[in-house]
T-cell receptor, first 112, second 113 residues
């Protein structure tokens, strides 16, 4: 079945460091791709999305580019802040287009 | 409402008991989803409603799990004969149409003793 694989954490960085969280998907065709974030004590929130190949989603300094050739949607940020500490989930629509399939999540911890 | 509301926020029950979890989606959202999130894992799809009907229930783990949405708004997830392995956070999400941008509720944490 469809699946999403993202790098395991935790990822521990110092403030202003560069962040990459890798994500690959298996759904065939042209799924939509998403990054959701869960801040401590809060619910899941949409961070960014891309709906077709080569699209770049961006929000709050985070970016991810839909790479069809490598079935990837890696999350990047040039300079992380302490407030970015959270769990990040990569997701894709399933092949039927009826639901989102999530990765296991990557915990990011940023220290000052 | 302004967001997706789930009740109860916490439920502790004993093995073998029956449990109902309620979700009140954003007003006007026709699509409603139930997910289950175990500790350290990502949300796992359970069921998707479009309006009143279950359009995709392929994620329900077995026949102890059932969900309804009789008027196309509020939904109830029902778990019969609960088992310890059912302990998880049950998330509800809604969207204007299908699997696009989902807005999640805060979840109902179920603990089966």
């Amino acid at each position: 079945g469809d699946s999403v694989t993202q790098m395991e954490g935790p990822v521990t960085l110092s403030e202003e460091a560069f962040l990459t969280i890798n994500c690959t998907y298996t759904a065939t065709g042209y799924p939509s791709l998403f990054w959701y974030v869960q801040y401590p004590g809060e619910g899941l929130q949409l961070l960014l999305k891309a709906t077709k190949a080569d699209d770049k989603g961006s929000n709050k300094g985070f970016e991810a580019t839909y790479r069809k050739e490598t079935t990837s949607f890696h999350l990047e940020k040039g300079s992380v802040q302490v407030s970015d500490s959270a769990v990040y989930f990569c997701a894709s629509t399933n092949q039927a287009g009826t639901a989102l399939i999530f990765g296991k999540g990557t915990t990011l911890s940023v220290s000052s | 409402g302004a967001g997706v509301s789930q009740t109860p926020s916490n439920k502790v029950t004993e093995k073998g008991k029956y449990v109902e979890l309620r979700c009140d989606p954003i007003s006007g959202h026709t699509a409603l989803y139930w997910y289950r999130q175990s500790l350290g894992q990502g949300p796992e799809f359970l069921i998707y409603f479009q309006g009143t009907g279950a359009a995709d229930d392929s994620g329900l783990p077995n026949d102890r799990f059932f969900a309804v949405r009789p008027e196309g708004s509020v939904s109830t997830l029902k778990i019969q004969r609960t088992e310890r392995g059912d302990s998880a956070v049950y998330l509800c999400a809604s969207s204007q149409s299908g699997a696009n941008v989902l807005t999640f509720g805060a979840g109902s944490r179920l603990t089966v003793l």
